[in-house]
């Protein structure tokens, strides 16, 4: 028999929780394609890769 692997996902509420934002802002992130998600059913959950690399290509620091 198969084994699954363990796989972790973020919700946009998290996601908004780690980010200090309204779950709103996550869901328009999502929908500029700006956040990549993946669609179950009718909820979306974020890969945490996927969203390091939000992370990475969004965060500025100082005066850049």
């Known amino acids: 028999m198969t084994t699954i692997p363990e796989v972790t996902f973020l ?8 980010l200090r934002v309204s779950p709103m802002t996550v869901y328009r992130l ?3 394609g ?3 998600a993946h669609r179950i059913g009718r909820t979306f959950r974020v890969d945490p890769r996927d969203f390091a690399d939000y992370m990475r290509g969004n965060y500025a620091v100082g005066d850049e």
């Open 34 to 36: 700006e956040l990549t």
């Open 30 to 32: 999502i929908d500029r």
């Open 11 to 18: 919700t946009p509420h998290q996601i908004a929780g780690l």
